[in-house]
């Protein structure tokens, strides 16, 4: 079993800053595993946002998020972060972080792949 507690997100403007961070408990972090950050805007479906390797050096974003989001990894931590900067209204959502002990893919998968999730994150940005 693998547990995910998310910190982080808020209001803001737009053009400003969160950190979102994701903290896995229960199970180390296998070699062969996933992490990723879905959100979900209302009425909308959960979509896909980013991923990391285990090892944390590689990535993988959707096209909306490229060169403004960040993920990133502290294994000894087992944390997962997500920077967001130049935050757009179009970003508000409640974000997840999720969880799969399965091989890591440089490309956007469903929801349904994944095992495990953490709680929710609401980020609201104004214009």
């Known amino acids: 079993q693998v547990q995910l507690v998310q910190s982080g997100g808020g209001l803001v403007q737009a053009g400003g800053s969160l950190r979102l961070s994701c903290v896995a408990s229960g199970r180390t972090f296998s070699r062969i595993s996933m992490m990723a950050w879905f959100r979900q805007a209302p009425g909308k479906e959960r979509e896909f946002v980013t991923t990391?390797?285990?090892?944390?050096?590689?990535?993988f974003y959707q096209d909306s998020v490229k060169g403004r989001f960040t993920i990133s990894r502290d294994n000894a931590k087992n944390t997962v972060y997500l920077q967001m900067n130049n935050l757009k209204p179009e970003d508000t959502a409640v974000y997840y972080c999720a969880y799969r002990p399965r091989v890591w893919v440089p490309r956007s998968l469903p929801d349904y792949e994944f095992d495990y999730w953490g709680q929710g994150t609401q980020v609201t940005v104004s214009s």
């Open positions: 990391i390797s285990s090892n944390g050096g590689m990535t």
